[in-house]
């Protein structure tokens, strides 16, 4: 407790020495404030100034400097929109590039799908050709005996072993299908 008691003197002696050697420094706040208030001010007149409000109080030569800097201010302005705009399209036209690009290679390859599809087609229509007189001949599939031989019958002597004809289907009493 004695610590903190010998702290809080000390502390308290430092500042009272500080107060006593520099007696201006309230007269320097104070000079700071005053400053620091005309400063925003004469800031916030200016802003106004800008926005083309109270134009009245301004002589003839500080409304011409106002709208020098104005002017000023839209070429920096727009200077800064129009690189943005070069830029913008540089970008859009790099895309373009791509794009066409890529559009091109797809189209070649929808060439290429197609003249391998045609060349297929012309190979399926030669081969079709060529078998026809192939298909054209009679072919007798081969008959399973219950020895479990394959051997192959005339068509005349096969018999049809399932009957499998179908019996029409009538509606039931003819009242099913009423509304």
Known sequence: ?????????????????????????????????????????????????????????????????????????????RSRKNQLMYESISELQRKEKAIQEQNSMLAKQIKEKEKTMAQQAQWEQQNQGHNTLSFMLPVTPPCLKMGGIYQEEAPEMRRNELDLTLEPIYACNLGCFAA
């Open 1 to 77: 407790m004695e610590k903190i008691l010998e702290r809080y003197e000390r502390h308290n002696y430092t500042e009272r020495q500080m107060v006593a050697a520099d007696p201006g420094s309230h007269v320097n706040w104070t000079l700071e404030y005053n400053r620091l208030k005309a400063k925003i001010e004469l800031l916030q007149r200016n802003h106004r100034h800008y926005l083309g409000e109270d134009l009245d109080s301004m002589t003839l030569k500080e409304i011409q400097n106002l709208e020098q800097q104005l002017d000023t201010s839209l070429k920096h302005i």
